[in-house]
T-cell receptor, first 114, second 114 residues
């Protein structure tokens, strides 16, 4: 498709389990962002990739969170030892990489930790 | 680090009346500014952006926004609101002198009353 694709759309997991969330950006977009959105809140920045490298990972809340983008396209957000507080909608966005360009968002993955 | 403030939680407006959603920003350099809209259970959709040039920018669905450097504001406006404009609106900023990180405000719920 032409847009940013995120899978799965919904994920329910038990506390303590490991989860992976996938983002497939728009073809040719070099910049990729991960955000977390809790109910009633704005998107909270997690990490930003330029190509394969994490240009800014200062938003990752702790070392249970990790993200990769090994070939500069698809990215995976990994959460270890999930906690109930990790429940949120995880949004992915991509952009052409220039600072004056807008980011295009996927539909998000709703993560519920029970 | 760049940041955005959206001071109002909810904006109520009668259909046909002008709509204004407020946004102020903080950056160390010059800003790139964006507005996004989010409908229920949907991803964020880009509305408009300010990069440089004319302080009044026009975007999708009849929306416009005015950049005011002295007041560090970028308020979103629509001359005549429609019921279908009811949604969550987010302001976002990049620091031209920083990295490509895009920081969002907490959002404003707009309710257009028929």
């Amino acid at each position: 498709g032409a847009g940013v694709s995120q899978t799965p759309s919904n994920k329910v997991t038990e506390k303590g389990k490991y989860v992976e969330l996938r983002c497939d950006p728009i073809s040719g977009h070099t910049a990729l962002y991960w955000y977390r959105q809790s109910l009633g809140q704005g998107p909270e920045f997690l990490i930003y990739f330029q190509g394969t490298g994490a240009a800014d990972d200062s938003g990752l809340p702790n070392d249970r969170f990790f993200a990769v983008r090994p070939e500069g396209s698809v990215s995976t957000l990994k959460i270890q030892r999930t906690e109930r507080g990790d429940s949120a909608v995880y949004l992915c966005a991509s952009s052409p990489g220039l600072m004056n360009t807008e980011a295009f968002f996927g539909q998000g993955t709703r993560l519920t930790v029970v | 680090a760049q940041s955005v403030a959206q001071p109002e939680d909810q904006v109520n407006v009668a259909e046909g009346n002008p709509l204004t959603v407020k946004c102020t920003y903080s950056v160390s350099g010059n800003p790139y500014l964006f507005w996004y809209v989010q409908y229920p259970n949907r991803g964020l959709q880009f509305l408009l952006k300010y990069i440089t040039g004319d302080n009044l920018v026009k975007g999708s669905y009849g929306f416009e926004a005015e950049f005011n450097k002295s007041q560090t504001s970028f308020h979103l406006k629509k001359p005549s609101a429609l019921v279908s404009d009811s949604a969550l609106y987010f302001c976002a900023v990049r620091d031209m002198n920083g990295n490509n990180r895009l920081a969002f405000g907490k959002g404003n719920q707009v309710v257009v009353i028929p």
